[in-house]
């Protein structure tokens, strides 16, 4: 490990909306470097040229959370260039438009790829490199907390506070059967994918919030936060808040102060009932 004393925060997805809105708040409020990653180079590239404008200091690394090989080449330069990481901020995340053509099956599981196993992903890869007091924040809906599913058992499954990944990722196999069936609504789920996937989210960061408690890893909090309703090209512009707006609570998380509780979910700038 590299034995710099620089403390770095990533941000994956950043390149527009929430994201671009949290590494320009973290450039302004954290002692480090904040990198601004997206899938595509040339568009992050872009998005960090916009950011030096406003007279800000961002770095880009390039990332795709759906891949496994770019998830590691992100970690392994974390890990070279400063010894581990201090704020992660997983992001990125996709939602379909409600006039989309795809098939109820193909919406499921490509939302799930991306917005629970993309996330999982990046917290296998980078949860054993956390420096002491790190912070990492899982962006999630407040459509996702557990009493939006109206089945008890499966409420009772996801706020299991011994639920397991491996148990976890059964639920969410069970998700795609369910959709699969058609029968994901009368099954318990809540409405939308993007949402039942959200409860994912925020069972996914329960589960590390306990297993780096668990670890020894000092001072190491997971949250899982909800930016609101935000104008993004996911939510639509009706949306009332702005993703400056929107980055606020994320940004909250990722600077809490040494002693904070972890595996908390956070909307309003406020700790908030899981179910």
Sequence with gaps: MASSSRRVAIVSGSNKGIGLAIVRQLCKQFDGDVFLTARN????????????SEGLSPKFHQLDITSIDSIEKLRKFTTDTYGGC??????????????????????ATVTLGTNFTGTMQMLRAFSP????????VNIMSWTGIFSKLSSDALRDKFSSPSLTEKELIALMDQFIADV????????GWVKTFYASI????????????????????????VSASCPGYVRTDMSGPKAPLT????????????????GSPTGK????????SQL
């Design 198 to 221: 959200s409860v994912g989210i925020l069972a996914l960061s329960n589960v590390y919030a306990r297993v780096l408690a668990e670890s020894g890893k000092e001072d190491v909090v």
């Design 41 to 52: 180079e040339e568009r992050g590239k872009e998005s960090v040229r916009a950011l030096k």
């Design 180 to 187: 699969r069936d058609g029968k994901q609504i009368e099954r």
């Design 265 to 272: 979910y956070w909307k309003d700038k406020t700790v908030q």
């Design 86 to 107: 201090d704020v992660l901020v997983n992001n990125a995340g996709i939602a379909f438009k409600y006039d989309t053509t795809a098939s109820n099956i193909e919406q």
């Design 243 to 258: 993703p400056n707006q929107g980055a606020e609570t994320p940004v909250l998380c990722a600077l809490l102060p040494q």
């Design 129 to 136: 490199i956390m420096q002491p007091h790190g912070r990492i």
